[in-house]
């Protein structure tokens, strides 16, 4: 079975910084990519970053220059999201998400508040 067990949410000041992990467990499938996405209120979910097997990363442009998503090099199963310079609209909850190539799961989700 596999699960996604998501922390570092929480509540944070405008400029401050967050750290979330996501370790994945029960994979029994080639993972072609590890990320997060987010979403807030009254809005779709949507992909903050994401990182390949191979390395790649792709960020949403919104939050280009502030994060940065690193895997466990070593097992790939373990996923970081380094947020900084964080602000108000980067409130919402967010969930780790493993793919492979036909299937991917998602973690519960972490509540990010930036908030003054």
């Known amino acids: 079975q596999v699960q996604l067990v998501e922390s570092g949410g929480g509540l944070v000041q405008p400029g401050g910084s967050l750290r979330l992990s996501c370790a994945a467990s029960g994979i029994r499938f080639r993972i072609y990519a590890m990320g997060w996405y987010r979403q807030a209120p009254g809005k779709e979910r949507e992909l903050v970053a994401a990182i390949t097997s191979g390395g790649s990363r792709n960020y949403a442009d919104s939050v280009k220059g502030r994060f940065t998503i690193s895997g466990d090099n070593a097992k790939n199963t373990t996923v970081y999201l380094q947020m900084n310079s964080l602000k108000l609209e980067d409130t919402a909850v967010y969930y780790c998400?493993?793919?492979?190539?036909?299937?991917?799961?998602w973690g519960q989700g972490t509540q990010v508040t930036v908030s003054s």
């Open positions: 998400n493993v793919r492979g190539a036909i299937s991917q799961y």
